[in-house]
Nanobody, 119 residues
Framework: VQLQASGGGLAQPGGSLRLSCAAS????????MGWYRQAPGKQRELVAA???????NYADSVKGRFTISRDNSRNTVYLQMSSLKPEDTAVYYC??????????????WGQGTLVTVSS
């Protein structure tokens, strides 16, 4: 099982970016999916999460600016980021709780994609 993230890059303050993360491999089902971020010198933190049924949860710092969504038919989670601020600069990691055809559900992580917000 692999998670492949894409969509990071450079954005100006007030701008937008959209991250995508696709899961592939021997997947039976996917429970929660989410995005975390880690800024230099800081711990990794939850940005947003979404259940298989579509219920969402956001960090206070991104509420009203970021939107998480998923396409279950494509095993893909998205993060639409708007009104970006310099403090959103970080490496963003996708996460998914995946159950393979054999075994218990386990956490999987994408490789990380860098988001830089700067003028």
């Amino acid at each position: 099982v692999q998670l492949q993230a894409s969509g990071g890059g450079l954005a100006q303050p007030g701008g937008s970016l959209r991250l995508s993360c696709a899961a592939s491999g021997s997947i039976f089902s996917i429970n929660d999916m989410g995005w975390y971020r880690q800024a230099p010198g800081k711990q990794r933190e939850l940005v947003a999460a979404i259940t298989s049924g579509g219920r969402t949860n956001y960090a206070d710092s991104v509420k009203g600016r970021f939107t998480i969504s998923r396409d279950n038919s494509r095993n893909t989670v998205y993060l639409q980021m708007s009104s970006l601020k310099p403090e959103d600069t970080a490496v963003y990691y996708c996460n998914a709780q995946i159950r393979r055809y054999s075994g218990l559900p386990a956490d999987y992580w994408g490789q990380g994609t860098l988001v830089t917000v700067s003028s």
